[in-house]
């Protein structure tokens, strides 16, 4: 087989456009992964086909590893209608970007160090397939997934105005991109001070972090 012949093989916008995603079940995962290979229902799905085993980034992980995580992204669009992502993948073929985007997205699944945050695309580029994400903000929360401590997402389920984070995990977020940093008006904390205390003894500026719009993104089309 030749180089270009298994890479579309693993092409795996072309498992986007299976209509076998819709039998994809979250027990599938509880199963051992000589079953998960061989399993009737991944049969059609071509990024599990005879490319998956020979595909050279296979050779250089845990492969159930790898495989939970494709079957978590692939678990999240399966409700989508088949018309719909057919749709999407060749609007994508039409700008001759398939073989690059996939290729990447491909990649950064395998480079996930949490399997769970499979789940996370997988919900994102669903979002995406509907039109309720941009393609670019889709990359850029990707890529912040792929660097983030995933707890420290996690907090900001329904949690826009980021109460209960503590100032050290707000500092990662601000890292990743989510949330904007800035200092507080010195005058205003004296006068705080002033009215509370009578004092302005310990008086000094605080960071303040809000979240940003590809974080409210993320709070909205992340976790669900």
């Known amino acids: 087989m030749s180089n270009k012949e298994e890479k579309n093989q693993i092409d795996i916008f072309k498992s986007v456009k299976s209509k076998a995603i819709t039998e994809l079940t979250p027990e ?17 799905i071509p990024v599990f086909g005879i490319g998956f085993k020979s595909f050279s980034l296979y050779q250089k992980i845990t492969e159930s590893f790898f495989t939970k995580k494709l079957l978590k992204f692939l678990i999240e669009l399966k409700e989508i209608p088949l018309s719909e992502r057919k749709k999407f993948i060749n609007e994508l073929e039409s700008k001759n970007q398939t073989a690059k985007a996939g290729e990447k ?11 769970e945050k499979a789940t996370f695309i997988g919900r994102l580029f669903k979002h995406t397939i509907l039109g309720k994400l941009e393609y670019t903000e889709f990359n ?25 984070i503590s100032p050290d995990i707000k500092s990662n977020l ?45 709070i909205e089309f992340g976790f669900e």
């Not at 949330?179 to 001070?193: A, C, P, R, T, Y």
């Open 28 to 44: 599938l995962l509880e199963t051992g992964l000589d079953l998960i290979v061989e399993s009737d229902v991944l049969k059609d």
């Open 105 to 115: 997205l491909l990649i950064t699944l395998n480079r996930l160090n949490e399997d």
């Open 140 to 164: 850029r929360l990707t890529h912040i997934i792929d660097n983030a401590y995933l707890d420290d997402l996690k907090l900001l389920k329904n949690n826009k105005h980021l109460s209960y």
């Open 174 to 218: 601000h890292q990743l991109g989510i949330l904007n940093q800035s200092i507080s008006d010195i005058g205003e904390e004296l006068k705080f001070l002033k009215k509370v205390t009578g004092s302005i003894d310990g008086a000094k500026a605080k960071l303040l972090f809000k979240i940003n719009d590809i974080g409210l993104k993320f």
